[in-house]
């Protein structure tokens, strides 16, 4: 058992009371006169719930249909042309499809983009714990305020409970205007909900906003989106904190490219960064800059982004694959990014993302390979290990082999 990054436990266990976790610890500490019913989960690892800090379910059935062949601006234009002819039904069901993967994956908690709202009522039904961020798309400055009463109209009538909390995602750079950027970010003030970007994903986006030029210039001036529009002429992370919005509540997402000026300026902020490795990989990017978040104390989450831009919408997958690939990292940070830095991310650090008495019960449990050879994180990240049982707020989310059964 993995009560945090940090620390390991042999036999472990862990006692739920009141949706709340009362004891994890050695079973040998437990006190059996107390009546309870026992879930023994074979040679598996229990660990804090997975945070999938950033994804789209609603382009999970984009699954392998779109490929990347070095431009960025074209493999927006194959989505947008992909999922031209979709009706509300197909979106659903990707949505669907997306959070029956993001589950049996072991992920406990979310942080997805809506488009159009197919996944706010999806996620509503489900068990999982949920951040939906509502995009918000508009580069007409002169559209800025009706594209905010928009999104307040699409958040209205949301029943935020204790699963489920609503944010705002203003696209990127080179698809929200800066007038609904600062709008956005007064609401985001306003309501007290977390506020989401792509930043600094491309060399074509810092191109952007640098010169105003290059392929997705191209692209929006064809889409006949630039007139009168002058290149602010700063790196990404730099344009936003220009307009005030580096805050403890932006959670940055991919930050590819950021420069040594824009990381003093995240650390500043004490905002978040949400790192997606496989997409990252799919898009051919350079090495990740991990070293300069950690000597900036900037917090790091992980996230998959969607199936337009990865295999696997699985947060485990992504730490096997930087445990396979990233010799910068120890696997107690890989790991620390899966749970606690996503919690971190979310506002949630003192709730989820550690196995402690008085933490929400979200807990993922994960079955090692039957070669046990003494290395935790090895085995954690080996091929073979998979989720087998999950539970979010004290509820059974998951359970493969239906192995709860209580008394
Ligand atoms: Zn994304």
């Given at each position: ?12 266990a ?11 610890g ?11 019913s ?33 431009s ?12 031209k ?28 983009v ?50 489920l909390?609503?944010g ?18 007064k609401?985001?003030?306003d ?118 831009s ?29 749970t ?40 954690f990240f ?26």
């Amino acid at each position: 058992m993995l009560i945090n990054p940090r620390t390991v436990i042999k036999n472990g266990a862990v006692i739920i009371k009141n949706n709340k976790i009362n004891f994890a610890g050695n079973f040998n500490e437990i006190d059996k006169s107390q009546q309870q019913s026992i879930t023994d989960l074979g040679n598996a690892a229990i660990v804090p719930g997975l945070i999938n800090a950033h994804t789209h379910l609603e382009l999970t059935h984009l699954d392998g249909r779109i490929d990347f062949t070095g431009s960025f601006a074209d493999w927006i234009s194959k989505i947008i042309q992909a999922k031209k002819a979709w009706t509300v039904q197909d979106s659903t069901l990707s949505v669907r499809a997306g959070i029956k993967k993001c589950i049996e994956a072991g992920t406990t908690t979310i942080a997805d983009v809506t488009r159009n709202g197919f996944s706010l009522s999806e996620l509503q039904k489900c068990t999982l714990r949920k951040f939906v961020f509502c995009e918000v798309i508009n580069f007409d400055p002169s559209q800025a305020e009706e594209t905010v009463i928009d999104f307040k109209s699409r958040i209205k009538g949301t029943n935020e409970d204790h699963l489920l909390e609503v944010g705002i995602f203003p696209h990127s750079p080179y698809t929200v205007s800066k007038e609904l950027y600062t709008q956005c970010g007064k609401i985001s003030d306003d309501l007290k909900i977390l506020f989401s970007t792509h930043i600094c994903e491309t060399d074509e986006e810092i191109e952007f906003l640098m010169k105003g030029t290059g392929n997705l210039a191209d692209l929006l001036r064809n889409l006949n989106m630039l007139k009168g529009w002058i290149a602010p002429g700063l790196k990404p992370i730099a344009y936003l904190n220009n307009l005030g919005l580096l805050k403890d509540n932006l959670l940055l997402v991919h930050c590819n490219y950021v420069s040594q000026e824009e990381f003093m300026m995240v650390e500043k902020s004490k905002g978040h960064v949400v790192f997606c490795p496989k997409s990252h990989r799919y898009f051919h990017h350079k090495n990740y800059p991990f070293q300069e978040f950690v000597t900036h104390n900037i917090n790091m989450a992980l996230g998959t982004d969607s199936l337009a831009s990865n295999d696997s919408l699985s947060i485990l997958d992504e730490m096997k694959y930087l445990y396979d690939e990233e010799n910068a990292l120890e696997p107690e940070d890989i790991f620390s990014m899966g749970t606690v830095g996503g919690a971190t991310a979310l506002g949630l650090e003192e709730r989820i993302g550690k196995l402690e008495p008085g933490f929400d019960a979200d807990i993922t449990v994960i079955q090692l390979p039957e070669d046990v050879n003494g290395n935790f994180f090895e085995n954690f990240f080996s091929p073979e290990a998979q989720c087998i049982f999950s539970v979010v707020s004290g509820s059974v989310c998951f359970d493969k082999y239906g192995l709860y059964n209580p008394l």
